[in-house]
């Protein structure tokens, strides 16, 4: 099992900046990728990023490009997300996810292990 705990959420103005981090701990060496997630009120939670974690290749989803920088520090097991240019459609809540080898790491159900998740408010 991989325990995960995100961390640096809050209110922001739209255009400002905000990076998360996601703590993992336990069977760290069961990871392939730790991915982002959000949850808006009334919404399906749904793809932010994902970084694997032995090559450190990136994914992101289309509404994110260039804003958002996801990165990774092996020896603290801890992967970043940097949100630049914050709009007030980013507000949710971001969780951290762990995908355990399997399946497309753009997709939800090859994530098994998650946090709690951190609420990010993006006002305008």
């Known amino acids: 099992q991989v325990q995960l705990v995100e961390s640096g959420g809050g209110l922001v103005q739209a255009g400002g900046s905000l990076r998360l981090s996601c703590a993992a701990s336990g069977r760290t060496f069961s990871i392939y990728a730790l991915g982002w997630f959000r949850q808006a009120p009334g919404n399906e939670r749904e793809f932010v990023a994902a970084i694997t974690w032995s090559g450190g290749s990136t994914y992101y989803t289309d509404s994110v490009k260039g804003r958002f920088t996801i990165s990774r520090d092996n020896p603290k097991n801890t992967v970043y997300l940097e949100m630049n240019s914050l709009k007030p459609e980013d507000t949710a809540v971001y969780y951290c996810?762990?995908?355990?080898?399997?399946?497309?790491?753009?997709?939800?159900?090859?994530?098994?292990?998650w946090g709690q998740g951190t609420q990010v408010t993006v006002s305008s």
């Open positions: 996810a762990a995908h355990g080898g399997y399946g497309s790491v753009r997709d939800i159900a090859n994530f098994g292990s």
